[in-house]
T-cell receptor
């Protein structure tokens, strides 16, 4: 159990366009979902935390107007990278938590390349 | 500031050698501690976790970790590594606000 999926797994887009990444908890209800960014050979950096039905809480330095997060249901959260630029190219990982014992289950990640 | 430190960036071992990866944190108060592993091309997987109770935690694949509160440490150990243990290992800490912070990661290479 506790499977988290992400779609797409890999996306290439042109500079200036927007890209939406989906994160789904397949077999449990996730009260909280997290979005991370991972640069090559570096650790995960938390971007934002979202609770179902409420606005996401962004980490310092993360532009909320650029990285739009919607946690529409207990099984789905989306991250939209608006007006993407090459510096947004990265590996984006989501995780989901039942919110009880703070354990997070991670998705496989989405590699975004902006040309 | 709250932080998680993994001092070993890259560890290279031969098969059957013993492993210990360091993890220190600077959070005050109650913490939950985790070790995750990321095999090449795969997503993060939980190795083990500590919430409370016995400070020596046993995880999957023969890994264990010991929580030493006085040292703010949660080191990962395995008595005998295998080639298949080659991966990136991340220590993570959550505090009461459910915010998980990761260490920089340690790359383990096991030579066959």
């Amino acid at each position: 159990g506790a499977v988290v999926s992400q779609h797409p797994s890999w996306v290439i887009c042109k500079s200036g366009t927007s890209v939406k990444i989906e994160c789904r908890s397949l077999d449990f209800q996730a009260t909280t979902m997290f979005w991370y960014r991972q640069f090559p050979k570096q650790s995960l950096m938390l971007m934002a935390t979202s609770n179902e039905g409420s606005k996401a809480t962004y980490e310092q330095g993360v532009e909320k107007d650029k990285f739009l997060i919607n946690h529409a249901s207990l099984t789905l959260s989306t991250l939209t990278v608006t007006s993407a630029h090459p510096e947004d190219s990265s590996f984006y990982i989501c995780s989901a938590s039942r919110g009880v014992f703070y354990e997070q289950y991670f998705g496989p990640g989405t590699r975004l390349t902006v040309t | 500031a709250q932080s998680v430190s993994q001092h070993n960036h890259h560890v290279i071992l031969s098969e059957a050698a013993s492993l210990e990866l360091g993890c220190n944190y600077s959070y005050g108060g109650t913490v939950n501690l985790f070790w995750y592993v990321q095999y090449p091309g795969q997503h993060l997987q939980l190795l083990l976790k500590y919430f409370s109770g016995d400070p020596l935690v046993k995880g999957i694949k023969g890994f264990e970790a010991e929580f030493i509160k006085s040292k703010f440490s949660f080191n990962l150990r395995k008595p005998s590594v295998q080639w298949s243990d080659t991966a990136e290992y991340f220590c993570a800490v959550t505090s009461n606000n459910n915010d998980m912070r990761f260490g920089a990661g340690t790359r383990l290479t096991v030579k066959p």
